[in-house]
């Protein structure tokens, strides 16, 4: 131990610190400076190794001075509590802090308890104290001879235990107070224990709450999906895509959702965070090879992440075809007429080109997913915002952007490019109202 008291000096001379500026300081001088103004004098006297010191001499006495001396370390705890805070989050680690603290006031509780027995023994008239009860039933009598009666280790064992079975509101008996003093003591550790009893325990059914909290979510979230499934009266085999659908959800997100937690940021972080979550898209794909960060940035801000089980139809034939997908995981199949015409899987696109049609055509076809599939979909409206504001960009987009399957219904987007030129016919204007008569 006095070892690793030690170590921390020497490390304590290379650790940054934060001035009254907000300031990281990592000059070693002036992080010498401040740990001589703060901590140094504490870390030393902590780590005088005592027991070397005096080694040899197992005395009462000794042991008491050695006690005393240590206590310097106590003193160092101050710097821990202020930094239990950060570890707060972490149930484990507030559990075991817990446990420790609740050990480390045990074993002080022991040594007064240890303390009040030797201090009383020589002024009792009748040898009832805790430590001649001890020294009955261990046969180890005290006699004149200073190092006569129980060993240092028993009375310490014994001590703990005692306070251990004190503050746990368990007390077998076994070991009690006999004195005023031991029962007054005794009153007081009682009242300690059952404060310790609520706080450890509080803390600890706390944590198990926090521990379990993702699952009461989900529960929470699944009674719901199906109260609505009830109250609406979906039929069978949409209620089993809408439940699937939800439990995939919700095992790849774990119930966080994501679009809630980025909102709570600003937005230089979210389009930091959102080209993080799609940088393998953006550097994979060849469509947005020599875009400039920027827009890089802003197509990142655009993409939104879709998850489908199995079976479950992404488009159906005649749906207006108003974004690009771009499948990052899992297998999908083409369907036209029930026949299936092509298998897209990983870093396959399907859509419509955005940039060679002026107006959104239709699916001419039903895309349906084969496994569990990821894909990151961009509103085409969104994409042309985006090149509006990189027009540098367009040619390099238009020529890299390979479509695996393009799913626009060209006879229909013929029949509404007819329907929008032709010339609209004249409207009789109604004599007595002066306006088009509707």
Same mark, same amino acid.
């Given at each position: 131990?006095?070892?690793?008291?030690?170590?921390?000096?020497?490390?304590? #001379?290379?650790?940054? =610190?934060?001035?009254?500026?907000?300031?990281?300081?990592?000059?070693?001088?002036?992080?010498?400076?401040? =740990?001589?103004?703060?901590? #140094?004098?504490?870390?030393?006297?902590?780590?005088?190794?005592?027991?070397?010191?005096?080694?040899?001499?197992?005395?009462?006495?000794?042991?008491?001075?050695?006690?005393?001396?240590?206590?310097?370390?106590?003193?160092?705890?101050?710097?821990?509590?202020?930094?239990?805070?950060?570890?707060?989050?972490?149930?484990?680690?507030?559990?075991?802090?817990?446990?420790?603290?609740?050990?480390?006031?045990?074993?002080?509780?022991?040594?007064?308890?240890?303390?009040?027995?030797?201090?009383?023994?020589?002024?009792?008239?009748?040898?009832?104290?805790?430590?001649?009860?001890?020294?009955?039933?261990?046969?180890?009598?005290?006699?004149?001879? /200073?190092?006569?009666?129980?060993?240092?280790?028993?009375?310490?064992?014994?001590?703990?235990?005692?306070?251990?079975?004190?503050?746990?509101?368990?007390?077998?008996?076994?070991?009690?107070?006999?004195? *005023?003093?031991?029962?007054?003591?005794?009153?007081?550790?009682?009242?300690?224990?059952?404060?310790? =009893?609520? /706080?450890?325990?509080?803390?600890? /059914?706390?944590?198990?709450?926090?521990?379990?909290?993702?699952?009461?979510?989900?529960?929470?979230?699944?009674?719901?999906?199906?109260?609505?499934?009830?109250?609406?009266?979906?039929?069978?085999?949409?209620?089993?895509?809408?439940?699937?659908?939800?439990?995939?959800?919700?095992?790849?997100?774990?119930?966080?959702?994501?679009?809630?937690?980025?909102?709570?940021?600003?937005?230089?972080?979210? +389009?930091?965070?959102?080209?993080?979550?799609?940088? &393998?898209?953006?550097?994979?794909?060849? +469509?947005?090879?020599?875009?400039?960060?920027?827009?890089?940035? +802003?197509?990142?801000?655009?993409?939104?992440?879709?998850?489908?089980?199995?079976?479950?139809?992404?488009?159906?034939?005649?749906?207006?075809?108003?974004?690009?997908?771009?499948?990052?995981?899992?297998?999908?199949?083409?369907?036209?007429?029930?026949?299936?015409?092509?298998?897209?899987?990983?870093?396959?696109? #399907?859509?419509?080109?955005?940039?060679?049609?002026?107006?959104?055509?239709?699916? &001419?076809?039903?895309?349906?997913?084969?496994?569990?599939?990821?894909?990151?979909?961009?509103?085409?409206?969104?994409?042309?915002?985006?090149?509006?504001? =990189?027009?540098?960009?367009?040619?390099?987009?238009?020529?890299?952007?390979?479509?695996?399957?393009?799913?626009?219904?060209?006879?229909?987007?013929?029949?509404? *490019?007819?329907?929008?030129?032709?010339?609209?016919? /004249?409207?009789?204007?109604?004599?007595?109202?002066?306006?088009?008569?509707?």
């Amino acid at each position: 131990v006095d070892v690793m008291f030690i170590i921390d000096i020497l490390i304590n #001379f290379r650790t940054t =610190y934060v001035n009254k500026n907000d300031e990281v300081v990592s000059h070693p001088g002036k992080i010498a400076v401040h =740990y001589f103004k703060g901590w #140094f004098l504490i870390d030393v006297v902590a780590a005088i190794p005592f027991d070397l010191l005096l080694f040899g001499s197992e005395t009462d006495e000794t042991t008491t001075l050695i006690g005393l001396l240590k206590t310097a370390r106590l003193l160092r705890l101050v710097r821990v509590a202020r930094k239990i805070d950060r570890y707060s989050e972490y149930g484990a680690a507030v559990l075991l802090l817990l446990m420790a603290t609740f050990a480390l006031i045990a074993h002080w509780l022991a040594c007064i308890w240890y303390a009040i027995g030797n201090v009383e023994r020589p002024l009792l008239p009748a040898k009832i104290g805790w430590l001649d009860i001890l020294a009955k039933q261990t046969h180890q009598p005290y006699t004149n001879d /200073s190092n006569s009666g129980p060993s240092l280790k028993s009375k310490y064992i014994t001590a703990l235990y005692f306070t251990f079975s004190s503050l746990t509101s368990v007390g077998f008996g076994n070991v009690s107070p006999n004195t *005023n003093a031991e029962k007054v003591f005794c009153i007081c550790i009682m009242l300690i224990g059952s404060l310790m =009893y609520a /706080s450890i325990f509080g803390n600890v /059914s706390a944590i198990i709450q926090r521990l379990y909290s993702g699952t009461a979510r989900y529960h929470t979230q699944m009674l719901r999906v199906k109260e609505f499934i009830r109250f609406h009266q979906i039929p069978n085999p949409l209620r089993q895509r809408l439940e699937e659908y939800f439990q995939h959800a919700w095992s790849y997100t774990n119930g966080i959702d994501m679009n809630a937690v980025l909102k709570g940021f600003p937005e230089c972080l979210q +389009a930091d965070i959102c080209l993080h979550l799609n940088r &393998n898209l953006l550097q994979n794909s060849p +469509a947005f090879k020599h875009a400039s960060q920027g827009c890089l940035r +802003a197509l990142s801000m655009k993409f939104k992440t879709t998850h489908a089980p199995p079976g479950d139809t992404l488009v159906h034939k005649g749906d207006v075809l108003k974004a690009l997908y771009f499948i990052s995981r899992g297998s999908i199949e083409i369907l036209k007429d029930d026949v299936v015409v092509a298998i897209l899987g990983k870093d396959d696109v #399907f859509g419509e080109d955005p940039l060679k049609n002026d107006i959104m055509g239709k699916s &001419n076809c039903d895309v349906r997913a084969l496994t569990y599939c990821d894909l990151h979909k961009i509103i085409r409206d969104d994409i042309l915002e985006v090149l509006d504001m =990189y027009p540098e960009f367009t040619d390099t987009f238009m020529k890299n952007l390979e479509i695996t399957f393009n799913l626009r219904d060209e006879e229909s987007s013929a029949m509404l *490019n007819e329907e929008d030129t032709t010339p609209a016919e /004249s409207v009789p204007m109604s004599t007595t109202a002066g306006r088009p008569f509707m």
